[in-house]
């Protein structure tokens, strides 16, 4: 027998005994069910796709027993409660979270909850509208994800790409991408970004660890009165609790970085479940080995730390510590050979060197009488910014522009939600203590400044929610003020009211509208800015207001299918316009830069419109996908507030699906396809840039009269997973930008040199072609043990 005959056939032996190691796994999966106020459901049943199940017990938990590593949907039931499916569900043979559930009341008569299957994709009645929600497996195989939660938000309806498509601004409805705020289990993050925009909040990379990800909810209007600041959008991070039996450990491996995560009991003694858990991870980037290998000059640098501690005081007090932290450098260094596009990035890239940290403690206390709970959350949020741009960017000397700023708030929030005789009413108040310093140095534009403020803001809320006519007639309604010590705007003048109605007119038809004001206070970047002596010129700035109004039709087929249509309409007042561009701030945003640091008015105007369709389908006969199609129009106005110009978001056509298919063996391939219509760009002011070179200067009077041509990419994404006693593996191949698309990015100037990159004379710009339609392939690694 030849030598290659012997190794086919070893192979093969090895390819049967590792697939009968594998039939014979087997696992075990728990988690808790829940009602709405957070007592727990003591006999509810629980199964499985494949009729497996359990039943809860009097603390409302349950554990399914000889499960075989696979996908399922996972369904709860239990009398008079609606019931609820989880879908998708990847049963791993190592490091499963717990699958909880929180089942909500049935108004419904009891031989109509027999009759009627209720397991069926819903909405909250606060949000019936414009509401997308994803579960961490559907965030953790997302094809041109790369594990970046923050970047598969960009997928749901209404969100355009970013330029060139590689930051992760999240740009809703046709809104500037600090238009959306964040929350993460309740407490209010305002950075998520490596590198991220001071004064917006895009960056490249986002910063959450998807191993701590429960779910993800994006809110694109009718949000809840105890956010404050949103104008486009809310998007909720819920993290799962730490293991509280046994120590588990992730590790990641992509084309950009690694991560290591660990969680465990904490202080656990004879009992079963520790009290106390903790979920800790640490990520580290090597994209800047990987771009020295190819010959790039930029080398972005990044490290980030997530954790969460939750302990259980007693079974109606549990208390949580969560923090969030990043440390981020971005230089540039020159290749060894001259290339035009790299020595166009060396000249123009910027220096950053940004540090942030979350840290809050949250404690909520459920009410023994069942009534309801109230959640009480201290947190501080820091951002250290320095911001750098030189003329010699190689010997970093000559600076052109310098930015180093501090950012640190630290709130208090607290809410409060009572059930009485089916009404759900939620109340509560929020105070913020905000401190900012920012050094300036702006030579371009002749700027210079230090400045240093401190002020309190604070806001109070109150909304209720009802059902009607046995759960078809759903009405929520609310209030929010806010105001501040800096701008000393009346809370009066805050007053932002919504409304939210939502009707099955047939079964599984329904029809809903909201309408609702929601304010926004400006960026400390633009609190903060005083001119070249010293004064504070823009403490007079308004809050910008947003005015929703959004229809709707759903109609629900099947319980794990949904498609809907809706029409939006938002109208901005109070906008905040540049003195030295004459644009709206709405414009800005989405680029390496600062945000606002200028002089401005608050008197612009804007507003974004249009229809909204989509399909979504659970995993349902081994396929799942969201498809949606976006028609709008954004225009906003300068200092002439009859004038509506086109936004730089203003693609009109947005086209989106996201899905996959499950095959055999663990075997899993996905898709992600991007579509965005044909978009309007600032062009360059090539006189005066070949006067402040490397400083590029935009021609905002010119908005609007050139267009890139449209976006389109597709992704694919291949997993495989294996499933072992002590570990489980996953192994996944994507390609970005498959169909190698080329990808629109407005025109960029350098100066025009030879071919040994000495600088012709006399000086003059020329074009750089830019290659941007490359197919990009990375590879992951997932182990759990």
Known sequence: MNSTLSKHILFLVFLLITSVAYSQIKTTIKGKVLDEKGAPIFGATVFLNNNQGSITDEKGTYRIANVTPDSYNITVSFLGYKSQTKFNIIIKSKGNPSFDFVLIESNEELEEVVLTNQNKISRPKETPLSTQSLSAVEIATYPGGNNDVVRVAQTFPGVSPSVGGFRNDLIIRGGAPNETVYYLDGMEIPNINHFATQGSAGGPVGLLNVSFINDVTLSTSSFGAQYDNPLSGVLQFKQRDGNKENFNTNVRVSATDAAFTLEGPLFKREEKESKTSFLFSVRRSYLQALFKLIGLPIRPNYWDYQYKISHEIDEYNNLYILGLGSIDDFTVEAPDEFDEEAQLVLDQAPFIEQRTNSIGITWRKRFQDGSGFMQTTLSNNRLKNIFTTYQDPENESGVIFKNDAIESETKLRYLFTKFANDWKVTAGFNAQYSYYTNNTVNNTDNIFFDTEIDFMKYGVFINSARSFFNDRLDISAGFRLDSDGFTNTNLLSTFS???????????????????????????????????????????????????????????????????????????????????????????????????????????????????????????????????????????????????????????????????????????????????????????????????TYPEITLDYSRLGEEKLNTFSQLDIRVDKKWNYSKWSLNIFLEVQNILAQDIPLPPEYGLNRDDQGTIINPISLTEVEQDSGIPIPSIGIVVDF
Request: charge should be positive; aromatic fraction near 18%; proline fraction near 5%.
């Open 497 to 691: 009211p919504r409304l939210s109605l939502s009707y099955e007119f047939i079964q599984d038809w329904r029809i809903s509208a909201t309408v609702g004001r929601y304010y926004k206070l400006p960026p400390y970047t633009i609190l903060g800015f005083r001119n070249n002596i010293s004064n504070l010129i823009n403490q007079n700035a308004k809050y910008t207001s947003s005015d929703h109004y959004v229809l709707g039709f759903q109609y629900i087929p099947s319980p794990s299918t949904i498609v809907s249509l809706e029409g939006f309409y938002k109208k901005y007042d109070n906008y905040p316009v540049s003195v030295l561009d004459q644009v709206s701030l709405a414009n800005k945003g989405a680029d390496f830069e600062v945000l606002g640091n200028e002089d401005i008015e608050t008197v612009g105007k804007g507003r974004s419109y249009g229809l909204e369709f989509q399909y979504q389908q659970k995993l349902t006969n081994n396929f799942y996908g969201i498809f949606s199609y976006t028609y709008f129009f954004s225009e906003f106005t300068g200092f002439d507030t009859s004038k509506y110009i086109p936004s730089v978001w203003d693609s009109r056509h947005l086209i989106s699906f996201v899905g996959g298919y499950k095959l055999n063996k663990n075997w899993e391939i996905s898709s992600r396809y991007r579509f965005a219509g044909k978009t309007p760009y600032v062009p360059t002011d090539l006189s005066q840039t070949l006067l």
